[in-house]
């Protein structure tokens, strides 16, 4: 076994930190799962923190728990590559967390020092940032989220002692855990480029830009607070320093000088993990070997908590209210979009959770051995046959669901968007429970194929939607996917997986582009481009294809709402801005 070569990817979610420990054929020998603390504020619902040291402690026992479980040595790990989300991790000089909670604490050393990515506190400063007219936000959609790094850094100078803010570092997470892995103090384009502002089709970073929101500090100091000064960028999966230093190889128990690929933010690391595959249809597996160009045809789809949609192009693609188009992220000279539902997973679980008849389904459940969708699934089974219907949809052909509860980021990037419904009843039993489960499953079928339709109304080609990520295991939610986007869904073989796979890959490329340069091959572009393409193809799994089904009944019912829910966004517009003049 030890002759062998393995590779860990590390991904680190919303509520946890994953590591596994990888083949070279992309054969998952052993995992394991840590949870993570995400800190609330009770007065506050846009308050989302979390602690580096936290999610570093979690990371070393999952790389042990690989390695006891496999019983591989750490000799035979040749690559480690880390994902994670998009959240700010806030450090001093010296890589000691400092406190990003308002109050007294804010700006000394402490453990709550990342911003999720969920926290919505910039609100005021993402608003400053869009009215500059920067050609940053070109390349965000035209709007930049208050989810991203700059807001939320800008949130924090306007409330912290100036010398405090003066000594710190802001990192995306993927590129803290890179540092804190390595010691050097490297960036990745994925991280700069899609999250704080760095634009490389442009020459990096902006430094009017810095100056007009009111950061000029930046600009003056070289970027020392940000990073990536003097071009010391990379990107995915290319070699970080030289590789695990003494103190984090002892940390996580592997060898001390382990290459370490320059980390993806996790929606990336999906890309990575799924985008490559060949798929089963009717049982039979696809011998096509996918090239580099048809990537640009797969959109992938990483969905968790949330749900991001990465697409790859030759070109730069420009899509109102899709972030991006963000050059080298992921292979140089290649461009990727990135739109997203800000609440998909989490908007399933308040949407069961939240009604009266959520204890019935609990016990239910529990009765019948089974979890809560399943007996969801199974309720609506026998609703259609007590109403003679064809399908669900007909089920809830007069219930209509808008689900930016947490506000819109793709394709109308507006935090300021809220979840409504139409077509409420007096029931409040399971069967209302289950109509709504499903008017939710719609809902975020029909914000998909509103990404999907306003990305290629402006250049994409998308032709097939790939999935990973915990709702790819939802089988009513992934054939609503196609037939509403009218497209085919890939799910992978483990779902559960893919993310991680994806940053198992970047431990490889790192490991096998050193050992190519050591040997003075030609190491450029196309290279670097050809030769991690080459990795995901071996390495990812085959998936599943899902066909569109839908009978012509369905297919009629599902363009009638997904004419009402583009209208739903304009009446909410509107009566918006009448409320809005009447409180002047």
Not at 390 to 408: I, R
Request: charged content about 25%.
């Amino acid at each position: 076994m030890a002759s062998e070569s393995y590779y860990i990817g590390v991904d680190v979610g919303t509520g946890s930190a994953r590591a596994g420990l990888v083949k070279k054929d992309g054969t998952l020998v052993a995992s394991s799962t840590q949870n993570i603390t995400t800190f609330r504020d009770p007065q506050d619902h846009r308050i989302f923190e979390q602690s580096t040291n936290e999610i570093w402690a979690a990371i070393a026992k999952t790389i042990k728990a690989v390695l006891a479980e496999s019983k591989v040595p750490a000799s035979a790990v040749k690559g480690l590559g880390f994902d994670a989300t998009c959240s700010l991790a806030v450090t001093d000089e010296n890589a000691e967390p400092v406190v990003v909670t308002k109050g007294d604490q804010l700006g000394q050393n402490g453990d709550r020092n990342i911003i999720l990515w969920a926290d919505h506190r910039a609100e005021e400063e993402a608003e400053l940032i869009n009215s500059t007219g920067s050609v940053v936000l070109d390349y965000v959609g035209g709007t930049m989220s208050l989810e991203m790094e700059v807001p939320k850094t800008l949130w924090l100078k306007r409330r912290m002692d100036p010398k405090l803010f003066a000594r710190c570092q802001f990192f995306d997470l993927p590129d803290f855990l890179s540092y804190r892995a390595t010691g050097y103090n490297t960036r990745s384009v994925c991280s700069i480029a899609c999250k704080c502002s760095y634009v490389p089709a442009k020459g990096g970073w902006q430094g009017d830009f810095f100056e007009k929101i009111g950061l000029p500090e930046f600009s003056r100091e070289n970027y020392r607070q940000m990073g990536a000064a003097d071009g010391d960028v990379l990107s995915a999966g290319l070699p970080v320093g030289k590789g695990l230093s003494k103190r984090a190889a002892q940390e996580l128990g592997l060898v001390e000088g382990t290459p370490v690929g320059s980390a993806v933010i996790d929606a990336y690391a999906g890309w990575l993990g799924t985008i490559a595959a060949r798929y089963k249809e009717n049982g039979k597996l696809s011998d096509v070997r996918p090239s580099l160009d048809e990537s640009r045809q797969r959109l992938a789809a990483v969905a968790g908590t949330s749900t991001c949609y990465v697409v790859q192009s030759p070109e730069g693609v420009f899509v109102d209210g899709v972030w991006g188009p963000y050059r080298d992220v992921l292979f140089p000279g290649w461009w990727c979009n990135e739109g997203g539902q800000s609440s998909t997973g989490q908007l399933i679980d308040f949407m069961i959770t939240t009604h009266p008849a959520y204890k019935e389904l609990q016990e239910k459940a529990e009765k019948e051995n089974t979890n809560i969708h399943e007996v969801l699934h199974d309720t609506l089974v026998k609703m259609k046959e007590e109403n003679g219907v064809e399908t669900f949809t007909e089920l809830t052909k007069d219930l209509h669901f808008y689900p930016d509860l947490h506000g819109n980021r793709s394709p109308i990037a507006d935090p300021r968007m809220r979840g409504a419904i139409m077509g409420l009843t007096l029931d409040a039993g399971l069967g209302d429970l289950a109509r709504k489960f499903n008017v939710t499953l719609e809902a975020i079928a029909l914000q998909t194929r509103h990404i999907v339709d306003e990305m290629n109304a402006k250049g994409h080609a998308i032709r097939a939607i790939y999935m990973s990520g915990g709702q790819a295991k939802n089988g009513a939610l992934m054939a609503l996917l196609a037939n509403t986007c009218k497209m085919p869904v890939v799910t992978p073989a483990n779902a559960g997986i893919a993310v991680v796979l994806g940053s198992a890959m970047l431990g490889r490329f790192a490991a096998e582009w050193e050992e190519m340069e050591s040997k003075g091959a030609k190491a450029d572009a196309k290279a670097q481009a050809q030769g991690l393409w080459d990795i995901m193809v071996e390495m990812t799994p085959p998936g599943t294809l899902i066909p569109p089904a839908a009978s012509d009944k369905e297919k009629r019912l599902l363009e009638a709402k997904y004419k009402i829910f583009r209208e739903t966004i304009e009446i909410q517009k509107r009566w918006r801005k009448e409320m809005e003049d009447a409180a002047k």
